[in-house]
């Protein structure tokens, strides 16, 4: 492909987002781009602009795929391009989805809002430590160990550094002794559990001192974690004496404990997620996509280069106008042909999932992109890229496109379902089981058989895994 294609394939895979700062650095750099913020209303001219008409449109878009006419020498284009003073007025641009003067005051006033409301610097977990230490009165090379120690946790608050190492690489001379003395000190520290070198350690720390059952929790925890993790609670009855409701009482408590207690303060960027159309019944009835357009600059090719060649320009100039020109003219079409390509394949799906829509996510149907590219006359990769990263408003709720594909199986009526179905089926029949004795994944098998739905066991294996539901054993209650 030409560079311009691969350009055109990339503006189609943008979000609106990402859009947005594709164009404002197109603008930068392509100084015959004009972002058109002129305060007119054009939306009564939105049919026209985006039809393709405009006198420097030379490329042609069919049905299924884009051809380029072969015209290396844009010599006409330039003699357009210097008519295009008095004949272009200054309010007739080529659009890109061009947003009315209401559309940006909105828009600006959104940004303002989103920079008012932004949220400062979470403090970090280290942060939290170290602070937290200066309210204790320890000796400089003490406190200073214990900062070292802080910044040598990893992400879950553990110090998996041997201390002696430590101690051996630390620049001041310490005993170690005192080095376990600052260990102690940050292990006090708030959250409880920060600073454990294993899991049973940080447990241990998290046993509140005048606990009810703190004898009970430090032997389950000391002695019998790996015989806790795989339910065997007879085995703990017979080794403990304890009664098992004593020990599913220890459980229970410890539940509330935390195994990663450096996670509690780790602030993570949160991704914003924009709708980049909508989806809304008309009044006939039918669910109808809309492309929110409003974030898109209104692109235009600046008339002040048509007066430089009009008043003469020598060669190097018209040579670099006439470049970017023609990279003007490609990313306004392929903006134009996001925009057409999009809505096809977006109104497409929702024609293919109509169920999903009236009734819930348990009646999605089983839907692949290749589907998709057969309705709209695209190749599969095409479709890939318009969905890619983009985002649907609909009756219920914000969903990405590709939460709309999805494989199938057939039921033993020869019926096609979505395998989300299944999956759903799968965790209603989990959570109304027995827990007393839970069901293997050999009986879950029986089960959706029963109910119409042959799976493999291992298929049946792998849905338990992924909605993270732990194995009959690990389920059962004692």
């Known amino acids: 492909m030409s560079p311009n294609m691969i350009k ?45 008409d405009n ?12 051809v380029v006419e072969d015209n290396d020498n844009n010599e006409d284009d330039f003699e357009r391009l210097v008519e295009m003073a008095s004949e272009w007025p200054e309010d007739n641009v080529m659009t890109a989805g061009a947003p009315s003067s ?11 809002d989103m920079m008012a409301n932004a949220v400062g610097h979470a403090q970090s977990i280290q942060e939290s430590l170290v602070e937290q230490l200066g309210f204790f009165d320890l000796p400089k090379v003490v406190r200073d160990f214990a900062e070292y120690v802080i910044y040598n946790l990893d992400d879950d608050g553990r110090l998996q550094t041997n201390l002696p190492e430590m101690v051996q690489v630390f620049p001041a001379e310490l005993s170690l002794e005192d080095a376990e003395s600052a260990l102690r000190i940050v292990q006090k520290l708030d959250p409880p559990g920060i600073g454990a070198r294993d899991l049973k350690e940080c447990w241990l720390l998290q046993v509140p001192p005048k606990h009810p059952m703190r004898d009970v929790l430090i032997t389950l ?40 207690p450096g996670r509690t303060r780790k602030s993570e960027p949160v991704q914003k997620v924009t709708a980049d159309m909508v989806v ?7 669910y109808v996509v809309q492309l929110l357009d409003e974030y898109v600059p209104t692109l235009r090719i600046s008339p002040k280069y048509a007066e430089m ?27 134009e042909q996001r925009f057409s390509t999009m809505k096809k394949v977006a109104q497409t799906i ?54 709309f594909f999805g494989g199938g199986t057939q039921t ?47 298929t049946v294996t792998k849905y338990r895994k992924m909605m993270s539901i732990p194995s009959s054993r690990h389920r059962k209650s004692f």
Do not use: C
């Open 8 to 52: 055109s394939m990339e503006i189609l895979q943008l979000n609106s987002m990402a859009l947005q700062e594709r164009l404002d650095q197109e603008l930068e750099d392509n100084p015959l781009l004009d972002d058109d913020n002129s305060g007119e209303d054009n939306s009564n001219d939105e049919d026209h602009e985006r039809s393709g």
């Open 102 to 112: 209401n559309s940006m005051s909105d828009m600006r006033e959104r940004q303002d």
């Open 221 to 260: 925890i000391s002695s019998h974690l790996e015989d806790l993790a795989h339910r065997r609670l007879p085995q703990i009855q017979r080794k403990t004496g304890y009664s098992v409701e004593t020990i599913k009482d220890a459980i229970e408590e410890m539940k509330a404990f935390n195994a990663f």
């Open 280 to 286: 809304e019944k008309n009044e006939a009835g039918k």
């Open 309 to 335: 060649l009009k008043n003469g320009a020598d060669d190097g100039t018209r040579e670099f106008i006439k470049n970017k020109l023609e990279s003007a003219k490609w990313l306004i079409e392929a903006i």
């Open 412 to 458: 033993a009526d020869g019926e096609e379902v979505a395998l989300d179905i299944v999956r759903l089926k799968l965790k209603d029949i989990i959570a109304n089981e027995n827990k007393d004795s839970p069901l293997s994944d050999d009986a879950l098998v029986k089960e959706l058989k029963k109910q119409g739905y042959p799976l493999a066991r291992r």
């Open 55 to 66: 006198e420097l449109d030379t490329e042609i878009y069919h049905e299924k795929e884009m």
């Open 350 to 403: 929702v024609d293919f999932q109509v169920d999903f829509l009236d009734n819930g996510p348990e009646y999605i149907q089983p839907l692949k992109m290749q589907q998709v590219a057969d309705v709209v006359g695209v190749h599969v990769t095409t479709v890939s890229r318009a969905v890619n990263d983009k985002w649907i408003q609909t009756p219920r709720g914000l969903f990405s496109l590709k939460r």
